[in-house]
């Protein structure tokens, strides 16, 4: 007989839509990184995104208060530094506890023991 525990617990409220999207993760993820942020073409490469799909991306986590984005000149060259918020500093942080809560409820109890890195019970042997 299996012990269930209470309603939801697979339910992941945790998981900010915003941040989970691929891309998206990816940005927040680097520039999680890199504390004093990124210039836009180096994250760009470092997420493979192109020019426009970075700038869209950018301004969802934007609007979404996660990322800043700074624009100046340099140069006479225009320079855009992008850098995680205190406030996406701390979603992210929440969003990797999330995570952390799947992989650890994925995992039978009796084999929460970790063999050349990967869980078992989740992995072919």
């Given at each position: 007989?299996?012990?269930?525990?209470?309603?939801g617990?697979?339910?992941?409220?945790?998981?900010?839509?915003?941040?989970?999207?691929?891309?998206?993760?990816?940005?927040?993820?680097s520039?999680?990184?890199?504390p004093?942020?990124?210039?836009?073409?180096?994250?760009?490469?470092?997420?493979?995104?192109?020019?426009?799909?970075?700038?869209?991306?950018?301004?969802?986590?934007?609007?979404?208060?996660v990322?800043?984005?700074?624009?100046?000149?340099?140069?006479?060259?225009?320079?855009?530094?992008c850098?995680?918020?205190?406030?996406g500093?701390?979603?992210?942080?929440e969003?990797?506890?999330?995570?952390?809560?799947?992989?650890?409820?994925?995992?039978?109890?009796?084999?929460?023991?970790?063999?050349?890195?990967?869980?078992?019970?989740?992995?072919?042997?």
């Amino acid at each position: 007989m299996s012990e269930l525990k209470s309603e939801g617990r697979f339910a992941y409220e945790g998981i900010d839509r915003v941040i989970h999207e691929k891309a998206r993760l990816s940005i927040v993820a680097s520039l999680a990184a890199h504390p004093d942020g990124l210039q836009f073409n180096d994250l760009k490469d470092q997420c493979t995104l192109t020019d426009g799909n970075l700038s869209r991306h950018l301004q969802v986590l934007q609007e979404a208060g996660v990322v800043e984005v700074k624009k100046s000149s340099k140069n006479n060259r225009p320079q855009t530094w992008c850098k995680l918020t205190a406030t996406g500093r701390k979603r992210f942080a929440e969003y990797v506890a999330a995570l952390e809560k799947v992989v650890s409820d994925a995992l039978p109890r009796q084999e929460s023991t970790r063999r050349s890195g990967m869980p078992r019970g989740l992995f072919p042997a």
